[in-house]
Each structure stands twice: as C-alpha cells, then as structure tokens.
C-alpha cells in the first residue's frame, strides 16, 4: 500500500516517521490526529522483531505437539505483519523470513501430529533454537517426515517475496527482472501443485532464486546468472 511516511501530530506538533513505528499515533502525546506531509510512497513492512524465546522456555514443561503449536502461531504473528518495501525500496528476502516461515510450517504439522518420529522432532528444536537469528539446519538434514512442509514452506517464503516484488516492478519497469519472476513463478506453482512433495534441495534453491532475484533488481547484475543457475539447477533436477 501507499503511505504517508512522514507525519505531524496536529496537538503537539511532534514529527515522526511511519516506517519506523508503523502507526498514525504520536509516540510523545499519544494522539491519533495526525496528518502526512509528504508524498505517498509503496511501503509493505512493518515494525515486527521475531523472538521465540518464550516459546522456547516451554520446552521441558510442555510437550512436543505443545511447543510446536506455540511456535507455528508466534512465527505466524511475525510474519503476517511482514513485507518487503520499505519506503519505497525493495529488501532482500532475509533469512529470519524464511525461518520464520519455515518453523511455522514444521510446528503446524507437528501439532497435527499424533506421533512425529524423533529425526522431525530433533529437526524441529533445532529449527526453534535458530530461527529467530534466521539460522535453520542445512537442508540435507530436512527428514523425510518433513519434506512436506518443508516444501510448502519454502513455496510460501518464495510466495510472500514475489508479491512484493511484482508490486516493485510494476512501479519500476524492469523486463529482464520480470522474465526471471516468472520462472520463479514457474517453479512455485509445481512445487505447490505437488503440495510440497519435491526434493528439499529443489523447494531450497527456489529460495535462493528468489532472494538474487531482488539482489539483481536493486543493483547487483552478477545476482542475474546466480538465479538462473539455480533455477537450472531445479530443471536439471526434474529432467
């Protein structure tokens, strides 16, 4: 959407920034009778900070199915406030993000789950233990139980991104970017139409084609051919 990002607060006077508190309040007097005073500007993020710590103090006293619902639901609060232009500008698709997305889509399938095996458990607090830093285990150690909603996830991380950036594009013309957005799309909507279903490797080097998508749109040219090697890493994986 369009903001505002500069304000005025009508009864103290007070200036602040939208980007940064993501509200229309004064942060001194606390007053919603603010008006903008600049220029409207595409602007899809939010404030948000990712802490899993409570969630991770319920480990010894809750069980499994427990802590992954309460995992699945924080990530799932973290991210729905989450979007890629800020003040105009496109951001990479960050590491935390993807986390995030992933463990919400680990922890909502071990919530279902009446028994989840201990290889998808350990994956699991590893993933929790992590996150929140944007650090996930290597995807050579995604188990067969998780390959599911491992591939979902990424879909979805990738999903999230490419709203985003087709937004930017239409705003900033860029045919090349575009042709290699829709390659990327290409791929989501197989691994979607698979509910998941493809080799982890194939749903991670999605993500990296996504993420050096937007690397190449804000200026990075080398990120071009890095993303098309990894979209050919997928077709030649599919072949």
């Keep these: 959407m369009k ?42 993020d939010a404030p948000a900070t990712l802490d899993l710590t409570p969630v991770r103090s319920r480990i010894d006293a809750d069980t499994t199915r427990e802590v992954a619902d309460a995992a699945a639901e924080r990530c799932r609060e973290y991210t729905r406030k989450r979007g890629f232009i800020d003040a105009g500008e496109l951001r990479p698709l960050d590491p935390t993000f993807v986390a995030a997305v992933e463990l919400q889509h680990v922890g909502a399938h071990l919530a279902r789950e009446l028994r989840s095996g201990d290889p998808a458990e350990r994956y699991f607090y590893e993933l929790l233990g992590g996150a929140d ?10 188990p067969s139980a998780l390959r599911v909603p491992y591939g979902l996830a990424m879909s979805a991380a990738v999903d999230s991104y490419q709203r985003d950036v087709r937004t930017y594009l239409d705003a900033n013309s860029e045919p090349t970017a575009r042709q290699l957005s829709g390659r990327i799309r290409d791929h989501r909507k197989r691994v979607e139409a698979l509910d998941g279903d493809v080799d982890p490797a194939d749903a991670n080097r999605l ?5 050096d998508l937007g690397s190449y749109i804000t200026g990075d040219e080398s990120a071009f051919v890095r993303a098309e090697n990894w979209l050919t890493g997928i077709e ?4």
Excluded: K, L, M
């Design 3 to 44: 903001v505002r990002g500069e304000r005025e607060c009508q009864d103290c006077g007070t200036r602040w920034r939208y980007y940064e508190t993501g509200s229309i309040a004064c942060p001194d007097c606390g007053s919603i009778h603010s008006v903008g005073i600049d220029e409207h500007t595409e602007h899809t």
């Design 236 to 239: 030649d994986d599919t072949v």
């Design 207 to 211: 993500v990296h084609a996504a993420r």
């Design 133 to 142: 830093d944007g650090d996930r285990p290597a995807v050579d150690e995604v």
